[in-house]
Structures are given as C-alpha cells and as structure tokens.
C-alpha cells in the first residue's frame, strides 16, 4: 500500500506541474499579441490614440494662435468653422518659408492637412495661399487708367 501512495503522489506532482507549464504558456502567448505602445517599454499603461486618414480644408484664417488656428470656410455648400491644433510638428508655410502660426493673419487664404486624433482635428501641414491675379490687378491701376494729380 505504501507503493501505492508514492505512486498517486507522484502523479500529482506531474499533473500539477504539466498544468503550470500550460498556464505559463498561455500567458505568454497572450501577453505577445498586446501590442506594446512605442517608446513606452514595459510601462504599458490603457493609452488609446485614434487617428483617421488624412483631410484637407481650405478657408481663410480667422484666429490664430500658438496651439490652435480656427479656420472658416465653406464644405458640402455650407458655412463651416473647424478649429486646428498646432503642435511643433505642424508645417506652416508662405511664399516657400516657414513660419510659425502667430505668423497667420486673419483673413489669409490656407490650405490644411490635417487628421482627426483622439476627438479634435491635428494639422500636420498649413500653406497660405497666394492672393489671386484678380485681386493683385484690382490693386494696382492699369496703364489705360487715368490717375488723377492734384
């Protein structure tokens, strides 16, 4: 009876480690399909960051700021107003330079591509719009044009 008993307690410890092994197989298994976010190492915290394909919107420039410019223009034949944040990675040019979004004057001409990213709307790319020839000839009288002298 004594063999007995070193037998069944032998199985136990081999039932009991075979069911160990599985369970730590199992926990490997699903913590390598839990992407890790990048640059965050073992710290994973519950971050979620949505971001959707890129738009663009084109307008004129009512406010603009440091972190956010609010742009108004028309989309499917209505009057829209979107406001963009800016960040250090937003690529704001005019005439072919680089500027910074203070550097936007209301009423400017713009274009932005821009993507919606957890709920407000990011500008990757701002570029002001050079004021059409129309508006240029307006401007300056043409040669056929009396100009009047006091």
Avoid: C
């Avoid at 307690?9 to 699903?30: D, E, M, Q």
């Avoid at 640059?39 to 972190?67: F, I, L, M, N, P």
């Avoid at 609010?70 to 680089?98: H, L, P, S, Y």
């Amino acid at each position: 009876m004594n063999r007995f008993w070193r037998l069944f307690a032998s199985f136990w410890k081999l039932f009991a480690s075979f069911v160990f092994g599985l369970s730590t197989i199992a926990v490997a298994v699903a913590s390598a399909q839990t992407p890790v976010p990048e640059g965050k190492g073992g710290d994973v915290k519950s971050e979620v960051r949505t971001t959707t394909a890129q738009k663009t919107a084109s307008g004129t420039v009512k406010s603009a700021s440091g972190d956010t410019v609010v742009v108004v223009g028309r989309e499917k034949g209505k009057d829209v107003e979107w406001a963009f944040a800016v960040d250090a990675k937003t690529m704001i040019k005019a005439n072919r330079k680089a500027i910074v979004a203070t550097d936007l004057k209301p009423g400017a001409a713009v274009q932005v591509r821009y993507s919606e990213q957890d709920g407000r709307a990011l500008a990757h790319a701002i570029s002001v719009k050079a004021p059409t020839t129309a508006k240029k000839k307006a401007e300056r009288p043409s040669a056929t044009q009396s100009v009047e002298k006091k």
